[in-house]
């Protein structure tokens, strides 16, 4: 069964630093699409950043503003958000998805919770 897990969410002060993984397990993701989406109370979930599998990245500029950074390794089937510079308004549950180059996103992870305290 195909399974996305993340993990290195936790609480941080505002101005830290966080990175974030999510280990793919179950089946091949090989040639899939993955991101990163976050959900803060109250609102709707929002997409923070994608990778390729050839790792061409892409950003919700206004949201990170070159504060975070997407990557993957392939050969551990991992893939990562660097997140920097954070803010209060970062709080919110972190989810990693994957998807096929052609689809949506069609596997999702239970997500993590990060927290920003000022």
């Known amino acids: 069964q195909a399974q996305l897990v993340e993990s290195g969410g936790g609480l941080v002060q505002a101005g830290g630093s966080l990175r974030l993984s999510c280990a793919a397990s179950g089946r091949s993701f090989s040639g899939y699409n993955m991101g990163w989406f976050r959900q803060a109370p109250g609102k709707e979930r929002e997409f923070v950043a994608a990778?390729?599998?050839?790792?061409?990245?892409?950003y919700n500029i206004p949201l990170v503003k070159g504060r975070f950074t997407i990557s993957r390794d392939n050969l551990k089937t991992t893939v990562y958000l660097q997140m920097n510079s954070l803010k209060d308004e970062d709080t919110a549950v972190y989810s990693c998805?994957?998807?096929?180059?052609?689809?949506?996103?069609?596997?999702w992870g239970q997500g993590t919770q990060v927290t920003v305290s000022s």
């Open positions: 990778i390729t599998w050839r790792g061409i990245s892409t």
């Open positions: 998805a994957a998807g096929p180059v052609t689809g949506s996103y069609d596997t």
